[in-house]
């Protein structure tokens, strides 16, 4: 893969049937998922928002989950979520997730992966 990619799915709730991933320029593996959305358009939105907000280090909040895994938050600037990354194995780990979606976030091409 030669770009980041912004994928668009499919969920199984009936209630809020799309999300988004944001792939790795790098490896391809999925480093940010999406709230769930009610409407596409809603969820394209939601992606619009990664592209203006990814490359702001302060839209980032570290978190740790209750094991104990690191992971992150990206917030809009109105400090609404707009998506998770996975759990990581270390702090570092997590940081170098945050410096990719940094990185990625506002030069992804969208796909309808549904």
Same mark, same amino acid.
């Given at each position: 893969?030669?770009?980041?990619?912004?994928?668009?799915?499919?969920?199984?709730?009936?209630?809020?049937?799309?999300?988004?991933?944001?792939?790795?320029?790098? !490896? +391809? %593996?999925? @480093?940010?998922? /999406? *709230? #769930? &959305?009610?409407?596409?358009?809603?969820?394209? $939105?939601?992606?619009?928002? =990664?592209?203006?907000?990814?490359?702001?280090?302060?839209?980032?909040?570290?978190?740790?989950?209750?094991?104990?895994?690191?992971?992150?938050?990206?917030?809009?600037? !109105? +400090? %609404?979520? @707009?998506?998770? /990354? *996975? #759990? &990581?194995?270390?702090?570092?780990?997590?940081? $170098?997730?945050?410096?990719? =979606?940094?990185?990625?976030?506002?030069?992804?091409?969208?796909?309808?992966?549904?």
């Amino acid at each position: 893969m030669d770009f980041p990619r912004l994928e668009i799915r499919n969920s199984e709730s009936e209630d809020q049937p799309f999300y988004f991933v944001l792939r790795s320029q790098n !490896n +391809g %593996e999925v @480093i940010l998922t /999406s *709230e #769930m &959305y009610t409407t596409k358009s809603d969820c394209e $939105n939601g992606i619009e928002s =990664v592209k203006n907000n990814a490359s702001d280090i302060e839209n980032y909040e570290r978190k740790t989950s209750k094991n104990g895994e690191p992971y992150f938050v990206l917030k809009a600037a !109105n +400090g %609404e979520i @707009i998506g998770r /990354s *996975e #759990m &990581y194995s270390s702090e570092v780990n997590r940081d $170098n997730g945050i410096k990719a =979606v940094q990185r990625d976030g506002a030069q992804v091409e969208t796909e309808l992966a549904v």
